[in-house]
């Protein structure tokens, strides 16, 4: 049973792994204005940063002030800060929507 649950959090996990290849699918940035992908372009499947600004955010974000401008989110979300316009999906976030 252990390794049925295994597998199951590893083929999660391998999804987004296996679109690392298209545009914007990583980003990572100290702020804003220093990041790989720009702020009017969305991240496909990880997000690390302190503060980042983009249109919307899918899989995993971490991040201490995360910024979505537009869009739907779908994404794992641990953040202090967080500013969404929607989001889907788990969030852990100190202060939400300020």
């Not at 649950?5 to 987004?16: H, M, Y």
């Not at 720009?38 to 503060?51: K, Q």
């Amino acid at each position: 049973m252990q390794n049925i649950v295994i597998l199951f959090l590893l083929l999660i996990i391998a999804r987004p792994l296996c679109t690392l290849q298209a545009q914007g699918a990583v980003q990572l940035s100290l702020i804003n204005s220093i990041q790989i992908v720009p702020e009017n372009e969305a991240v496909t499947a990880f997000r690390l940063a302190i503060y980042v600004k983009n249109t919307h955010t899918q899989y995993f974000d971490i991040e201490i002030v995360t910024q979505n401008s537009s869009g739907m989110s779908k994404s794992v979300q641990w953040s202090f800060v967080g500013l969404q316009d929607d989001f889907t999906g788990w969030q852990a976030v100190l202060l939400p929507d300020i």
